[in-house]
């Protein structure tokens, strides 16, 4: 999904602390002169089984959902075990950028259940750092990791709403101590009503020296806010360190990820097959939701863009409510997410199943570029390097095709370019749409990294600087790209892209 531009400026300049001074170059704090762990009382690789105990759970586990989740799994692929690794990662890069006299605590809340009237909720999707660090799926609860001084350990509590049994009958099954602790691997679990307590008896602990704690601003959690208005507490901003581990995705992520990208791709081809003229918009939504959730996913990881003909040009429509005609073009920005992984694709099809001539003659432009842009991410550009790749090869390419004919400078065309497609042509890819956007484009693109790839056109009705024949056209072309070893993955290369395949898929009955 498009980005503007104007945001990455912003996300280049962040430099703080001897953390982020490292961060901006590229890398995790990957000094290793100590390697933290979860401390346990007991083997946290040993789980009860939970079948035996109790019927029912708040989330999927390997008992319930056996094909789903293999034995040891929190989330589909991936093992406690690498939950606890992201944690211990985690304590690792904050004891070294921390004040090591200081105790730390890490605070991270999931996301609240939110109402849209009433008693209605709306469709809950956890926060993506919680989720990161616990695979927990429950709404108000608060992870917090606690790091005493000179020790090589860490001690993990998840403080969690209380329940009872009127509540349950109403919400279905809840957290309780032994579900955090032998299912996901929590060392302490305790109600959220003891989270301020807890807090304030290790201020107490450490009257001396004082705590150091590290939290998302952004993040409002009122318990959290409240009790830390309270203390003295010096507080630091967690987000950058986190975002720095989640950009370079793990094995698992990126089988995940590969999933996401594979049922986006087969419900956007299996859109473009049913549309025809005097569609609505909303019923290409609806087949894109119906193809994704029947392929796998839980929902669409955002509110599509499908915009028949001149609607095109609003870059994140999302009203989906008109009727696409014979001759337009329509686009299509869509994806879904698949176990709290998302993909994020766009393609553009003709309403008819056939390209006219000056469509095919946009489009073919615009497609020579990204298709350049993908073979161009082998030589790990940051993302910047690639915007203006993009601004330069898009102004020539227009110009080709009867665009900016005044522009006769590679600075004039690049311009005319970016005149074109006002946005930038990629962001990180993960757990969120815009993943990781503490961290920088501004750095080269290495291996574990997922990005987006979509440059567009945008040719409003009134533009002078482009022939009248392309007025009210449209596009954008975008894949999700897996950065690899050897090279790049395109994650979402079974969608039909090229005019013959889309124009061979819309005509296949």
């Known amino acids: 999904m498009a980005i503007p531009f104007s945001r990455t400026i912003m996300s280049i300049g962040y430099n703080s602390t001897k953390c982020s001074q490292l961060l901006k170059h590229g890398k995790i704090l990957l000094l290793k002169p100590i390697i933290l762990k979860q401390s346990f009382s007991a083997d946290s690789s040993q789980s009860i089984n939970l079948k035996s105990v109790k019927k029912c759970y708040p989330q999927p586990t390997?008992?319930?959902?056996?094909?789903?989740?293999k034995d040891g799994e929190i989330s589909p692929l991936i093992h406690r075990n690498e939950y606890q690794e992201r944690r211990s990662?985690?304590?690792?890069?904050?004891?070294?950028?921390?004040?090591?006299s200081k105790t730390k605590v890490v605070i991270v809340p999931s996301s609240p259940k939110v109402y849209m009237s009433g008693k209605i909720p709306y469709v809950f999707r956890q926060d993506s750092d919680f989720f990161y660090l616990t695979g927990c799926l429950e709404p108000d609860a608060i992870l917090v990791l606690v790091m005493k001084p000179g020790s090589e350990t860490y001690e993990t509590t998840l403080f969690f709403p209380k329940s009872d049994q009127n509540m349950e009958m109403w919400e279905g099954p809840k957290l309780d101590q032994l579900f955090c602790q032998s299912f996901l691997g929590i060392q302490h679990a305790n109600f959220v009503s003891e989270f301020a307590p807890f807090f304030s008896s290790l201020g107490t602990e450490n009257q001396l020296n004082g705590i150091q704690v590290w939290r998302d601003f952004d993040n409002s959690c009122p318990i959290v806010v409240d009790t830390?208005?309270?203390?003295?507490?010096?507080?630091?901003?967690?987000?950058?360190?986190?975002?720095?581990?989640?950009?370079?995705?793990?094995k698992a992520e990126q089988e995940l990820m590969r999933k996401t990208c594979i049922i986006a791709s087969n419900a956007v081809q299996q859109t473009m097959k049913v549309t025809k003229a005097n569609t609505c918009e909303s019923q290409l939504w609806a087949s894109v939701d119906y193809h994704s959730r029947m392929g796998g996913a839980q929902y669409l990881a955002y509110p599509p863009v499908i915009a028949g003909g001149p609607r095109a040009n609003t870059i994140h429509y999302i009203s989906n409510n008109q009727l696409v005609e014979d001759g337009d073009m329509v686009l299509m920005d869509a994806g879904c997410q698949y176990h709290g992984y998302t993909s994020d694709l766009t393609?553009?099809?003709?309403?008819?199943?056939r390209f006219d001539r000056y469509q095919k003659q946009a489009y073919e432009a615009l497609l020579d570029v990204q298709v350049s842009l993908i073979e161009f991410c082998k030589q790990?550009?940051?993302?910047?390097?690639?915007?203006?790749?993009?601004?330069?090869?898009?102004?020539?390419?227009?110009q080709e095709i009867g665009f900016g004919t005044d522009s006769t400078s590679c600075a004039q065309r690049s311009q005319m370019g970016y005149s074109?497609?006002?946005?930038?042509v990629s962001h990180y890819l993960g757990l969120d749409v815009h993943d990781t956007g503490r961290v920088t484009r501004n750095i080269p693109l290495r291996p574990g990294m997922v990005i987006t790839i979509e440059p567009g056109v945008y040719v409003d009705l009134n533009q002078k600087n482009a022939p009248k024949e392309f007025h009210g056209l449209g596009l954008r072309i975008e894949d999700d790209i897996l950065i690899t070893e050897t090279g790049v993955e395109v994650l979402t290369r079974h969608c039909p892209k090229s005019v013959s395949q889309i124009e061979e898929t819309m005509n296949s009955q």
């Open 62 to 69: 390997p008992d319930t959902h056996p094909t789903l989740l």
């Open 89 to 100: 990662k985690l304590m690792n890069e904050i004891f070294q950028a921390s004040d090591r």
């Open 228 to 250: 830390i208005k309270k203390t003295t507490s010096q507080v630091k901003d967690i987000v950058p360190i986190l975002h720095y581990l989640r950009v370079y995705k793990s």
């Open 347 to 353: 393609r553009c099809w003709p309403v008819n199943g």
């Open 380 to 398: 790990s550009p940051p993302l910047d390097i690639l915007f203006q790749r993009m601004c330069h090869l898009l102004g020539k390419n227009l």
């Open 420 to 424: 074109f497609c006002p946005h930038h």
